[in-house]
């Protein structure tokens, strides 16, 4: 990781910088905008529990975007050299212009939506319809907590595992790529649990081999939890830089609407802390060096959790 470059590091906090056991904090140096995420808001059809984002009917953490809110920021991606455009929420098809803006993202790149798949989708089916004829593909991928609808319903709503389900039957069959994501247990098989949706997915007239993101447990927003600090040797120590290549924060960013200021995060999971803030562009936020400060840095670092499919 080498010598502490005191003009790479941001914010200039202490806690930012070092451990509070006074070692250097391990990082990411960003090397590249692989895949730049859109926070379309907080605002949300569901008020599920165990919300990453705490996001909810009426909720303005982060407020949602419009197309002239995003258009600056494809320009800038696509003059570095981006490869996707992706989406997330709250649930995305709640925000008034998502149409409009994924109509102008799909003309430069391939665009990835993560939705619920419930009524904002499901009543605005015919104005998605169009957007298969854009220059690139749109892929949705839709939250299937369990493959187990009471388990699912307990938490998004009874009726919505169905719902969801037959949603995403509808996308498929338009000609729009679908995958899910779902939540992982504690030391679970992962290869049984996502083989235990294959016959839901048959039944619901999809395919079986559907691709399945599998997230673990993330905690809401703002929660503190008493994990390990990643210092710099751990992540010299324990990861190659292959594998720090892999992180997130490595080659991708998220432009939030916070304040009513479009600003750029690290990645997907740290909109809660501002000193994930990297700024107002695409360049100054890749001058930043990503401090494994947050806690989910930690579950970046010993499960490898993602939610890019790059
Ligand atoms: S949560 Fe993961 S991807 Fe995000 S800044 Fe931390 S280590 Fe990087």
């Known amino acids: ?23 250097p904090r391990g990082y990411i140096q960003p090397r590249a905008i692989d895949e730049l995420w859109f926070h379309t808001g907080t605002g ?10 705490g996001s909810m009917p009426g909720n303005n953490r982060l407020q949602p975007m419009t197309l002239t809110d995003v258009k600056p920021f494809i320009a800038e991606a696509l003059a570095l050299g ?11 098809f709640m925000v008034s212009e998502i149409i409009e803006i994924l109509d102008h993202a799909l003309d430069f790149n391939t665009c990835l939506v993560l939705t619920n798949a419930t009524e904002p989708l499901a009543n605005r089916l015919g104005r998605i319809a169009p957007l298969l004829g854009k220059a690139f593909p749109l892929s949705l ?7 187990d609808p009471e388990k699912h319903d307990a938490g998004r709503g009874r009726g919505n595992f169905s719902l969801a389900l037959k949603t995403m039957r509808q996308i498929h069959r338009m000609g729009f790529n679908i995958s899910i994501a779902r939540q992982s247990a504690e030391n679970e098989d992962v290869e049984a649990v996502n083989r235990a949706y294959q016959p839901i997915f048959e039944e619901a007239g999809i395919p079986a081999d559907t691709h399945i993101v599998v997230f673990p ?23 190659t830089a292959a594998e720090r290549d892999q992180f997130m924060c490595s080659f991708s960013k998220m432009v939030v609407k916070k304040g009513g200021r479009m600003r ?19 360049a100054e936020a890749m001058q930043a060096r990503v401090m494994m400060k947050h806690h989910r840095c930690y579950t970046c670092f010993a499960n490898g959790a993602s939610c890019s499919e790059l």
């Open 141 to 147: 991928r839709v939250s299937l907590d369990y493959p």
């Open 264 to 282: 750029v995060y690290a990645c997907t999971l740290v909109d809660d802390d501002d000193e994930y803030d990297q700024g107002g562009s695409l």
């Open 217 to 239: 447990e993330f905690h809401e927003p703002g929660s503190h939890l008493d994990v390990p600090h990643i210092t710099e040797s751990c992540m010299t120590t324990y990861k």
């Open 44 to 53: 949300c059809n569901l008020r599920c529990p165990f919300c990453l984002e």
């Open 82 to 92: 981006t490869k996707q455009f992706s989406f997330t929420g709250g649930e995305p």
């Open 1 to 23: 990781m080498g010598v502490v470059n005191k003009s790479l590091l941001s914010p200039d906090s202490a806690e930012w910088n070092v451990t509070p056991e006074g070692d």
